[in-house]
């Protein structure tokens, strides 16, 4: 019967505890700078910086519904096919997760491409991780806000 408890007590810490020995929890703070990071980057068309950012695996869901992959979004701001005039977030919320965070909020966006400009209020999400290689981009999703009549 001892081992019975001692078995369920082991499994009840082992629930309550949100990372794998040996793993840094990501902090509220660090996440918050990541996606600011993140905004900051493509304002400036820091390809490079954006690169460096994002998970190997980063997956990018535009407001428009267009689903790109890490070197698609990559490739896009490195060859000036878009480019970001505004990315204001506001309403940030963290969720965290041990060494991952879920962010979401509220983004204000103007983008360029070659044949129309992409403006407008949107939510997001952005899934961020702490890594051995450091905080990395894992993905993110934007859906466009209602307009006001």
Known sequence: MKLIFVGLGALLVACLVPVQAGETVLSETDATAT???WAALLISSDANGIENLLAEDYVHTHGTGKVESKKQFVEALRSGARKYERCEMSDLRVI???NTAVIHGS???KALTPTK???GNYRFMMVVTKTNRGIEVTAYQ???MEKKP
């Open 107 to 109: 983004l204000d966006v």
């Open 117 to 119: 400009t992409i403006e």
């Open 142 to 144: 934007a859906t466009p």
């Open 96 to 98: 965290p997760l041990g």
């Open 35 to 37: 996606a600011q990071k």
